[in-house]
């Protein structure tokens, strides 16, 4: 198996992408740590499917926006499977308003859990990274940090972050033998589209060539890749996974 041995933080990951991401890394042969902020049943879910598939995996409670928790989450990972190997910053929120609506409380909120988290989690698992035997950084940004998105002021700007911070830390990496890279999804079928409108979404759906929502499948298969030795001399790169959206 492509992931065999190999330990995974994936934050966010009771629910959503984050979920189809820890299940396929899980049935791949890793380790994975699942990262929950509040869905502690969610994340035993996600755990039995795991072992039930034959991986490991163990739940760490910790809002990535607060720093003492994520320390928390390391020492939860470091106890159960040693050092991590791959971590992906997969925890996001949205706080949609129109610009000039917009409260400085829902920029801060997004910029805190999208970016902050991203920080923490970085910061903290850096040394496990860089450390590994070919370490990963894998960030998940969206297609609307390319091309904004109506009311996304605050969400667009922490997604197109993303870029900058994985390019820089690619680069600090580099020497490690460790890489760091973004996937950039398009709309997929999660809690986080269910409350777009259907007419809003549909709209949507009319502008992607392939003519459907992304599963959270189609999204995991590129992070799989990404996490493996496949990859080993791809760094600093913004996978798009959107069906074609910006052709
Ligand atoms: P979701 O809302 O279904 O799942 C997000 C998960 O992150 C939830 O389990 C939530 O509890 C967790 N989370 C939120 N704040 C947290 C915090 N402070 N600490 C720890 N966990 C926290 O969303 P979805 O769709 O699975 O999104 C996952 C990632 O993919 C996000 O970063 C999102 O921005 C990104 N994305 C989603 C797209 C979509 O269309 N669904 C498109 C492009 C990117």
Known sequence: MSMDGRTCVITGSA?????????????????????????EGAAHEAIDAIESAGGSAVAARADVSDRAEVEHMVEVCHEAFGPADVLVNNAGITADKQFTEMSREEWD?????NLGGVFNCTQLFYDDIWNADEGRLINISSVVGKQGNFGQANYAAAKSGMFGFTRTIALELA????TANCVAPGFTATDMVEGVPDKVLDRIIAGIPLER????????AVVRFLASEDSSYVTG????VNGGMDL
């Open 15 to 39: 629910k959503g992408i984050g979920r189809g991401i820890a299940e396929y890394l899980g049935q791949e042969g890793a380790n994975v740590v699942i990262n929950y902020r509040s869905s």
């Open 109 to 113: 909120r997004v910029m805190d859990v």
């Open 175 to 178: 020497q490690g033998g460790s």
């Open 213 to 220: 929502l992304a599963t959270v499948e189609d999204i995991a």
């Open 237 to 240: 790169e913004v996978i798009d």
